[in-house]
């Protein structure tokens, strides 16, 4: 249990480094505490999320009832929205068909579309990285928003997929029905004159 400067402990480590041998070890100690969080206010449920373990989240968080399971980081992001950011689709599937007793006792199906801090839901921070397949994962659960204002409310999914030249992301949005003419702020650009103007040819041939 013993942290580093940032409040890491070996638990922390061993799971984001895929040290499986040594994450089973951790979890034989009597005195392991699993609900230690970092300076970045990351649960071992972020930390599985980030790398997309789901063995130590099958075999030790879940059945354990491990803290932190629907709590929010120093950005306000639950393990979902860090699942998404990080397109770890295998995690994904499991908060999804799973009930997540964590804090609050929230299902992790009613965070899909919980904005963070700066008002980016999962599925915005899956486009902005291009993660398209997560994009469709998110999509299909029936509850996001393809249209919520993300970004500290300047700039659409639909936006942050085709600034960035994310093509697969871009498909997906609008396969879902994203809205082509919203504007960004305060430029006022469409997602359209923002790949345009970013030099992304495949994302505007799209539109």
């Known amino acids: 249990n013993m942290a580093s400067n940032t409040q ?12 499986r041998a040594i994450v089973d070890m951790l979890f034989g100690e009597a005195a392991l505490d699993c609900g230690l969080v970092d300076s970045r206010k990351w649960g071992m449920w972020h930390e599985a999320a980030a790398v997309d373990a789901c063995g130590v989240i099958e075999t030790h968080l879940a059945p354990r009832g491990a803290p932190h399971a629907t709590s929010r980081d120093a950005r306000g992001r639950t393990p979902v929205a860090v699942a998404a950011l990080h397109g770890s689709l295998g995690v994904m599937a ?7 007793d964590g804090d609050g006792n929230a299902q992790f199906r009613e965070l899909v579309d919980v904005p963070d801090d700066n008002g980016n839901t999962p599925l915005a921070l ?7 397949d997560m994009c469709k994962m998110l999509i299909e659960t029936g509850r996001v928003d393809v249209d919520r204002p993300c970004a500290k409310g300047k700039r659409f999914a639909l936006h942050l997929a085709a600034g960035f030249g994310h093509v697969g992301a871009v498909r997906v949005l609008l396969a879902a029905g994203a809205n082509r003419g919203v504007r960004d702020v305060p430029a006022g650009r469409t997602p ?16």
Request: charged share 25%.
């Open 8 to 19: 890491r402990t070996p638990l922390h480590v061993a799971i984001k480094y895929d040290r």
């Open 94 to 100: 499991i908060l999804l068909r799973c009930d997540g």
């Open 126 to 132: 899956a486009a902005s990285k291009g993660h398209a």
């Open 192 to 207: 359209f004159e923002l790949a345009e103007v970013m030099g992304h040819a495949a994302v505007v041939e799209m539109f």
